[in-house]
């Protein structure tokens, strides 16, 4: 626990030397500096950052009593997206992988990252900061899904 503690203090806003170059990536990346105050998606408890074998990710405070688990930025530690409970991360990882055929490998009909997010915000209507797969309910995850689909089905 303590140690835990000590890797928030050390990792949380500090935005290590973010030059201009870099700027845009760091704005798609939005990290909600709350990690503190971040609530478990399965139970509503506060999550601690933890440090795994692929870097950090956030579990719920109340483990090994609850599992519930969320994504983090595995340099940065930053939260990604909102905690959801299992059934929602499922969902999400669907709508993901379904989604990232548009943009990803090499036979994709859009040609980069950006397009494919602009035209998600468009259809999802959503602003910058909401049109991430990783702030998704079940039910946007479904309608992304079905967006993605019959988007290629005009193509
Ligand atoms: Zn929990």
Redesign the pocket.
């Known amino acids: 626990m303590v140690l835990v503690q000590i890797v928030v203090k050390r990792f949380s806003p500090a935005k290590a030397a973010v030059g201009s170059a870099r700027k845009t990536a760091s704005n798609r990346t939005q990290p909600t500096s709350a990690s503190k105050l971040l609530k478990?998606?399965?139970?509503?408890?506060l999550?601690v950052l933890k440090r795994g074998k692929y870097g950090y990710f956030y579990s719920?405070?109340?483990?090994p009593?609850?599992?519930?688990i969320h994504s983090a930025n595995k340099r940065t530690g930053a939260p990604l997206g909102i905690p959801a409970n299992r059934q929602t991360i499922e969902a999400r990882k669907r709508a993901h992988k379904i989604f990232d055929l548009l943009w990803r490998g090499q036979n994709s009909p859009m040609k980069s990252r950006p397009e494919a997010y602009a035209w998600l915000r468009k259809v999802m209507k959503l602003s910058k900061t909401d049109g991430h797969i990783g702030r998704f309910s079940i039910e946007q995850c479904q309608q992304l899904i079905d967006k993605v689909t019959s988007w290629y089905k005009k193509v």
């Not at 719920?60 to 483990?63: D, T, V």
């Not at 009593?65 to 519930?68: D, N, S, T």
């Open positions: 478990c998606g399965e139970c509503g408890a999550m719920c405070e109340r483990y009593h609850c599992r519930g």
